[in-house]
């Protein structure tokens, strides 16, 4: 993870004035056989660092994730470039941030890295179980829009979140979308219900012009870290 957080920490550096204060989450995706001592590195260090201005991270387990290489995503949830910055440098430059990445490293091995934005949100926006849904847009613009009228639908069931992109870790993706639920069956039966509706057929009907379906992951909640 210190070899993704300093690369991102560079990337975020030169491109904050075009960010603005949007916020960011960051993720960091990895293999472990191990999440039980990733699991005790935060419970260990994480208090002292949210003291310190650390933001929110989640760790989730991806279950069944088709092409991707990795057993485990945590995800750094920041309100904005500053904040993100901030939890870099903490976590480089505080002795619990390298207790936890030293600890981390022991057990684990990095896979992929990137950062998104949300755009919309409805419902519950952190849930025990998620489908994660990997888009290609053909026309940014139109995909959105077409999209949130979805979310914003009385046909829609459940909970739905929209990202895009700010720095990929998935090859040629430009959005992604979570699709939550309190059980696997939640969350199959709000994917299902909304896309056999009518508003959902009409979308479906559109969605070739505007959008290429990449990938759907089944993604567990294991633990949050609020920040203070």
């Not at 309100?79 to 939890?87: N, Q, V, W």
Request: glycine share 8%; aromatic share 12%; with cysteine.
């Amino acid at each position: 993870m210190k070899k993704i957080i300093v690369s991102l920490f560079a990337f975020a550096f030169l491109f904050a004035g075009q960010l603005m204060a949007a916020p960011m989450q960051a993720y960091y995706c990895f293999n472990t056989q191990q999440p039980e001592v990733i699991i005790e590195a935060f419970d260990e260090n994480f208090d002292a660092l949210a003291s310190k201005g650390v933001s929110t991270h989640r760790l989730y387990e991806f279950h069944l994730n088709g092409q991707y290489g990795f057993t485990h995503c945590i995800v750094s949830e920041n309100s904005g470039p500053d904040a993100f910055e901030k939890t870099i440098k903490t976590f480089q430059g505080s002795e619990e941030g390298k207790a936890l990445l030293a600890k981390f490293y022991s057990v684990a091995s990095d896979v992929l890295n990137g950062a998104g934005t949300p755009l919309a949100s409805v419902g519950d926006a952190v849930t025990p179980v998620a489908m994660l849904i990997d888009v290609r847009a053909k026309n940014n613009k139109l995909f959105v829009e077409e999209l949130s009228k979805l979310m914003n639908s009385s046909d829609r069931q459940g909970s739905i979140s929209l990202f895009e992109d700010t720095f990929t870790g998935v090859k040629g993706r430009t959005h992604y979308v979570v699709i939550g639920g309190s059980s696997l069956d939640e969350v199959l039966s709000n994917f299902r219900g909304t896309l056999s509706s009518p508003d959902g057929k009409v979308f479906l009907k559109k969605a070739p012009k505007f959008r290429k379906l990449m990938n759907k992951s089944l993604i567990y909640l294991v633990k949050t870290w609020e920040a203070s």
